[in-house]
């Protein structure tokens, strides 16, 4: 059964993208890119992240980025070329993405 909002054009990552599973995505590029806020409608900028399993892209949260950090150091440059696990789960009660804070196998 597929999630029916899986068949919009989206360009990013969303919690229905990984049907209940964690996703292992190996980092290619990390670029700063603007995203509109679905609240305010202000526009925001975030690190975008690229993966070489997916066209779809990670906007990188405060959180997610802490997590990146810690795991891979404050150069975003560090990043490329490492694994990622990310997973879906709610935050506030809102469906999110989170990337886990150990190094995926």
């Not at 900028?45 to 070489?52: G, K």
């Not at 399993?53 to 906007?59: A, C, N, S, V």
């Not at 694994?83 to 990337?99: E, H, M």
């Amino acid at each position: 059964m597929t999630d029916y909002r899986m068949m919009y054009d989206n360009p990013y990552l969303a919690f229905y993208d990984l049907e209940g599973k964690d996703l292992v995505l190996t980092v290619t590029k990390v670029v700063k890119g603007s995203v509109r806020d679905m609240i305010s409608g202000e526009m925001k900028s975030y690190p975008i992240v690229s993966f070489s399993e997916t066209t779809k892209k990670l906007i990188v949260n405060k959180t997610n980025g802490r997590t990146l950090m810690s795991m891979y150091g404050r150069d975003d440059a560090g990043w490329v070329g490492k694994k990622v696990a990310v997973f879906a789960t709610k935050d506030k009660g809102k469906d999110c993405l989170r990337i886990r804070s150990q190094v995926p196998q």
